[in-house]
């Protein structure tokens, strides 16, 4: 089934209600077009470049990383410090 992917102003609000620390937009961060720009690096528990076990997968919280896809986004990692949030 195709998820229908929301805006992204609708994704940025989502995410800085769950707490996470979104710096802005992927075109502020490299001029890349459409993504969402957010530190990897805060301790708010949602992402972790080194995190090993089941609650992580490929370093972003698997119940964060549910919730973005549900909602048409995905996660992708620039650095160990800086995560970027894509639409699918």
């Given at each position: 089934?195709?998820?229908?992917?929301?805006?992204?102003e609708?994704?940025?609000?989502?995410l800085?209600?769950?707490?996470?620390n979104?710096?802005g937009?992927?075109?502020?961060?490299?001029g890349?077009?459409g993504?969402?720009?957010?530190?990897g690096?805060?301790?708010?528990?949602?992402f972790s470049?080194?995190?090993?076990?089941?609650?992580?997968?490929?370093?972003?919280?698997v119940?964060?990383?549910?919730?973005?896809e549900?909602?048409?986004?995905?996660?992708?990692?620039?650095?160990?410090?800086?995560?970027?949030?894509w639409?699918?």
């Open positions: 089934m195709k998820v229908k992917t929301i805006s992204r609708k994704m940025m609000a989502f800085t209600k769950k707490g996470c979104v710096i937009t992927t075109e502020e961060f490299s890349s077009q993504g969402i720009w957010l530190s690096e805060e301790g708010d528990g949602f470049y080194y995190a090993e076990g089941s609650q992580y997968e490929l370093g972003v919280l119940t964060l990383m549910e919730e973005a549900q909602r048409g986004w995905y996660f992708e990692w620039n650095d160990a410090g800086t995560i970027m949030c639409p699918e």
